[in-house]
């Protein structure tokens, strides 16, 4: 199917701006220029009952967390979704998925308490892997703090985010718990050596280059890294008995051949599967709420996915 035709005439302005590109900025400037993009084009004005910034211990300092209490929730113990943020292990925060996960609370009817990893190159592999251990280890933990049951637990992300939830996930089932209900994983990256048609048809102009990646990658990985590495690329560990999956991806998004590697993976390890791939869109189209009807329509069935496996349990 062609590229939807109001997402192709956005890539067009977008890659007609004079100026850079991703891969020739400094991290600093690619983090600006995320936000700013972010600000112009991701959900607004979508009313939660609280927002809560917290502060937890992590392996190299404090780590920062915000949780998102679904608009008519009540005071009573709540489900929980563990986000992590997109942004190829450089860029992203907080802010920048404010409105994806005020959406993702309200449609999902759970507490998402998101998580602000550690970014590269300052803080290189495996720090946010670290980090987001680290965050559901915390969160488990502390559930009756937060106001969650801590036998509904699900993890999830976008991009990057989506490796980090599935890594954590990976360990969780390694070292028998938290039990996750489910993993949510928006666009994964499941191969950092994947050499995939994919990788290679979609490589500039839909929205993540070829370039771009491996300027992302060449600021996470260490001199000498192993891409190989199952907290790299989990395509590559053993996934018999981890927690479900609701994989997103879409025809034109590069990573695409390895998610659904990874999907195909999941069945045959006797893990339920539900992939659900658009046709004429690109990678992390979620974002482009103020561009995209689809973008809310998927962000939304993402999040039934996620409520109907935490209110489930």
């Given at each position: 199917?062609?590229?939807?035709?109001?997402?192709?005439?956005?890539l067009?302005?977008?890659?007609a701006?004079?100026?850079?590109?991703m891969?020739?900025?400094?991290?600093?400037?690619?983090?600006?220029a995320?936000?700013?993009m972010?600000q112009?084009v991701?959900?607004?004005?979508?009313?939660v009952?609280?927002?809560?910034?917290?502060?937890v211990?992590?392996?190299?300092?404090?780590i920062?967390?915000?949780s998102?209490?679904?608009?008519?929730?009540?005071?009573?113990?709540?489900?929980?979704?563990?986000?992590f943020?997109?942004?190829?292990?450089?860029?992203?925060?907080?802010?920048?998925?404010?409105?994806l996960c005020?959406?993702l609370?309200?449609?999902?009817?759970?507490?998402?308490v998101?998580?602000?990893?550690?970014?590269?190159?300052?803080?290189?592999?495996?720090?946010?892997?670290d980090?987001?251990?680290?965050?559901?280890?915390?969160?488990?933990?502390?559930?009756?703090?937060l106001?969650?049951?801590?036998?509904?637990?699900?993890i999830?992300g976008?991009?990057?985010?989506?490796?980090?939830?599935t890594?954590s996930?990976?360990?969780?089932k390694?070292?028998?718990?938290?039990?996750?209900?489910?993993?949510?994983?928006?666009?994964?990256?499941?191969?950092?050596?994947a050499?995939?048609?994919?990788?290679?048809?979609?490589?500039?102009?839909?929205?993540?280059?070829?370039?771009?990646?491996?300027w992302?990658?060449?600021?996470?990985?260490?001199?000498?890294?192993?891409?190989?590495?199952?907290r790299?690329?989990?395509?590559?560990?053993?996934?018999?008995?981890?927690?479900?999956?609701?994989i997103?991806?879409a025809?034109?998004d590069?990573?695409?051949d390895?998610?659904?590697?990874?999907a195909?993976?999941?069945?045959?390890?006797g893990?339920?599967?539900?992939?659900?791939d658009?046709?004429?869109?690109?990678?992390?189209?979620?974002y482009?709420?103020?561009?995209l009807?689809?973008?809310?329509?998927?962000?939304?069935a993402?999040?039934?996915?996620?409520?109907?496996?935490l209110?489930s349990?």
């Amino acid at each position: 199917m062609s590229l939807d035709p109001v997402l192709k005439n956005f890539l067009a302005q977008l890659y007609a701006q004079p100026g850079p590109k991703m891969w020739e900025f400094t991290p600093a400037e690619a983090r600006q220029a995320f936000v700013l993009m972010m600000q112009f084009v991701a959900p607004k004005n979508v009313i939660v009952d609280k927002v809560e910034n917290l502060r937890v211990p992590g392996p190299q300092g404090e780590i920062s967390l915000r949780s998102y209490t679904p608009a008519g929730a009540g005071a009573g113990t709540l489900p929980a979704l563990l986000f992590f943020h997109g942004g190829g292990f450089v860029i992203g925060n907080l802010d920048t998925h404010d409105g994806l996960c005020r959406v993702l609370a309200n449609e999902s009817a759970a507490r998402v308490v998101a998580v602000d990893y550690r970014l590269a190159p300052e803080y290189k592999f495996p720090a946010a892997v670290d980090d987001a251990w680290a965050a559901l280890s915390w969160l488990a933990a502390n559930a009756e703090r937060l106001g969650v049951d801590q036998k509904r637990i699900a993890i999830g992300g976008d991009s990057a985010g989506a490796a980090l939830a599935t890594v954590s996930a990976h360990r969780a089932k390694e070292e028998g718990g938290p039990n996750l209900a489910l993993q949510l994983l928006m666009f994964p990256p499941t191969d950092l050596a994947a050499e995939t048609p994919s990788r290679r048809k979609w490589t500039e102009g839909y929205f993540l280059d070829k370039l771009t990646i491996e300027w992302f990658f060449d600021n996470y990985l260490p001199r000498n890294a192993d891409r190989r590495d199952p907290r790299l690329s989990p395509l590559r560990a053993g996934l018999r008995g981890i927690a479900p999956a609701y994989i997103l991806t879409a025809q034109y998004d590069p990573l695409r051949d390895e998610a659904l590697e990874y999907a195909a993976k999941l069945r045959d390890s006797g893990v339920p599967v539900t992939v659900v791939d658009y046709p004429d869109l690109v990678h992390d189209f979620i974002y482009l709420d103020a561009v995209l009807p689809q973008a809310r329509e998927a962000l939304s069935a993402a999040a039934r996915a996620v409520r109907d496996a935490l209110h489930s349990r």
